[in-house]
């Protein structure tokens, strides 16, 4: 069974507002302190300051890791989604001169190379070792990872402003590396930390839409190059002709994902973060080069991931030594879980709905959104975790961290939620998140606005309305989640037949101004079990509601590790807009006949060191109605 390729194009963030009770004021919390948190650490700890020691052609004396510069890149690009997406003209104006700043600091130190290469840790620390080349260490280095967040930043910053500033920057660059690396004469280099893949695809597209970028750049562009560069790069992995193959402890070259040509990986291998990344650059590689052996290969990887390598929250790493999968349903409780490694396998869902537009994918996005990603930032905004397992005895959110990735991951696919709601081709629109929003959008020729309005998680009901110009006839499609059972549809009120293919309901007539759709998702409170070859979680269960993972804490339950579920624990649940932020609490009962009560699993952390848990054993009883989670071979016979 196949999955047929097809090519969904998102709604862009320019043309979705988003305004909703759940994510309004955590995207506003995002922008209003997270961001600026961020930033001014990034500005405290020196990481601006190595572009001004480069301009100044001083050496020694880098700040912070060697990815330092791309953790900038990557808030940068997180920045110009928030300008695109236009909350406000005087935040807009505020993150246009800052960002003018640091493109100023960025170009002056990218002028200093003839080439325009720029990595301010080689530059200052070990100049002779670009690129990893003459006894340099690639993977410490982080060349073509800071490069890449570099262009991807660029790409944003461009679809945000319409600026070319940093563009030059990054073009330039981005020609160097197709002179650099390559089929020979030139060298078999291969990004030691995948990013770079998407994002010189991205700038590829970007060139093409924007031929007029051309003029502003004073120097040739060949963007055919990119694109033959990331096919270089994702296929070369494994080959080592002119390189040293890499030897990792305990996971030797499969830490980046080199230890075999892409195209032939069966498995979700080495540090999560690189291979999320790298299957994402594959998935956009794909895209444009339209190779069935690329698609394959994203859905034998994201098959692998996501049914036997990925927890119920979404997140992947088990392996704390290597930051890294482990092998097949080794999913302990304790486990690693970056939070960039669910950030990065949100993007990957996210590729992948585009690409093959079927609901499934976008049902472990909202997977990740909701859960590894979310519960990386503080609901306060200023504190986070790197690490996400799933059951602790207390631990407490860091302010910051000696290796800060996490807060630049997080702010970037934030940042980007406007356009992960809507996508579109050409008979029709699909609707992937219920996030309450306005869109506009092209279809058939025509300006459609497209409103929603939603109180989920927490609430069923979802309601459309359309605005057109004239009326028109296409495919409305809506995602009802794998976990759904009994949605209903109604349209003007009436209610409506609907055939659920490829996870979207699926509504075709002719729309006009004023029509009216409502949705409903049940959202009862499941017990969820693991595959029987998870065995850490053998003979627990998880709690869920929609696509809420709910855990609990000692500060609401004395003893959660020992908390035995009843056999039938009568749930029930509560709106408490005074807890957290405000969250539906999920109560029910004990073997023992107590009462417990649990939150969202996005909201731990947030009341000081309290033991958590989300595995919860249970008194097993048959007859007992649970559902399972990793239902792999329903969707391999139905998805795959
Ligand atoms: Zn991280």
Not at 176 to 205: C, F, T, W
Not at 260 to 270: D, I, M, N, S, V
Not at 313 to 337: C, H, I, K, M
Request: glycine residues 8%; aromatic residues 10%.
């Amino acid at each position: 069974m196949y999955l047929s390729p097809h090519a969904l194009s998102p709604v862009p963030l320019q043309d979705v507002s988003i305004d909703d009770p759940f994510w309004s004021p955590k995207l506003k919390t995002l922008r209003e302190v997270t961001l600026p948190d961020v930033l001014a650490k990034f500005e405290r700890d020196g990481a601006l300051t190595n572009f001004d020691r480069v301009r100044d052609h001083q050496t020694g004396g880098h700040s912070g890791p060697p990815w330092y510069d791309g953790l900038v890149y990557e808030t940068m690009r997180a920045a110009s989604d928030i300008m695109a997406a236009h909350y406000d003209a005087a935040l807009n104006a505020e993150l246009h001169t800052r960002l003018e700043g640091y493109i100023a600091r960025i170009a002056a130190a990218a002028a200093v190379d003839p080439n325009g290469y720029l990595n301010t840790y080689t530059q200052l620390e070990r100049p002779e070792h670009r690129f990893g080349q003459n006894g340099g260490d690639q993977i410490w280095q982080h060349d073509l990872y800071n490069a890449g967040a570099l262009i991807e930043a660029a790409v944003h910053h461009v679809r945000a402003t319409g600026q070319t500033n940093l563009l030059r920057v990054a073009a330039r660059y981005a020609s160097h590396l197709s002179d650099v690396m390559g089929p020979q004469p030139r060298r078999n280099i291969v990004p030691e930390h995948p990013l770079p893949e998407e994002a010189l695809v991205k700038l590829y597209l970007l060139f093409r839409e924007q031929p007029t970028l051309h003029e502003a750049m004073g120097f040739p562009v060949d963007v055919s190059r990119f694109l033959q560069l990331v096919e270089f790069w994702l296929e070369q992995r494994g080959r080592y002709e002119g390189r040293v193959p890499l030897s990792i402890p305990q996971c030797g070259a499969t830490y980046a994902q080199d230890h075999q040509p892409l195209l032939q990986q069966e498995t979700a291998e080495g540090h999560a973060v690189r291979a999320a990344l790298l299957y994402t650059g594959l998935v956009a590689a794909a895209m444009v080069n339209r190779r069935d052996d690329y698609f394959r290969a994203a859905l034998r990887l994201w098959d692998n991931a996501v049914h036997r390598r990925m927890h119920i929250t979404g997140s992947v790493g088990s392996n704390q030594s290597y930051e890294g999968f482990g092998p097949d349903y080794f999913l302990p409780e304790d486990a690693y879980l970056e939070t960039c490694a669910a950030v990065g396998m949100g993007f990957f869902h996210q590729a992948m709905t585009l690409a093959f537009a079927n609901g499934r994918f976008a049902d472990e996005l909202e997977r990740s959104l909701y859960n590894g990603v979310l519960t990386g930032v503080s609901l306060k905004g200023d504190t986070y975790f790197y690490e996400n397992p799933l059951t602790s005895e207390g631990r407490e959110r860091w302010a910051w961290h000696g290796c800060p990735c996490c807060p630049p991951m997080l702010l970037k696919i934030l940042s980007a939620l406007g356009s992960y709601i809507y996508a579109y081709d050409e008979t029709g629109l699909y609707v992937n998140l219920y996030i309450g929003s306005h869109a506009t959008f092209n279809l058939q020729g025509k300006t459609v606005h497209l409103s929603q309005r939603t109180a989920y998680p927490w609430e069923e009901e979802t309601a459309f309305t359309f605005e057109l110009p004239e009326p028109a006839r296409f495919e409305l499609a809506l995602r009802i989640p794998g976990w759904c059972i009994g949605a209903q549809v109604k349209v003007n009120g009436r209610t409506a037949d609907i055939a659920v293919r490829n996870g979207y309901a699926r509504l075709i007539r002719t729309w006009q101004t004023g029509d009216h759709v409502e949705l409903r998702l049940p959202l009862p409170v499941q017990r969820i079990e693991a595959h029987p070859l998870v065995e850490a979680a053998r003979g627990k269960r998880a709690i869920m509601r929609g696509p809420l993972v709910y855990a609990m804490e000692g500060i609401d339950n004395p003893r959660p590790t020992d908390l035995i579920l009843a056999a039938d624990p009568r749930f029930t649940t509560e709106w408490r807009p005074d807890v957290l932020g405000g969250v539906r609490i999920v109560r029910g009962e004990s073997a023992d006949g107590s009462r417990w009560s649990a939150i969202p699993f996005y909201a731990i952390g947030n009341r000081g060191k309290t033991p958590m848990r989300v595995w919860l054993r249970q008194t097993l009883a048959p007859n007992i109605s649970t559902v399972q989670w990793s239902q792999e071979e329903l969707y391999r016979t139905a998805a795959l």
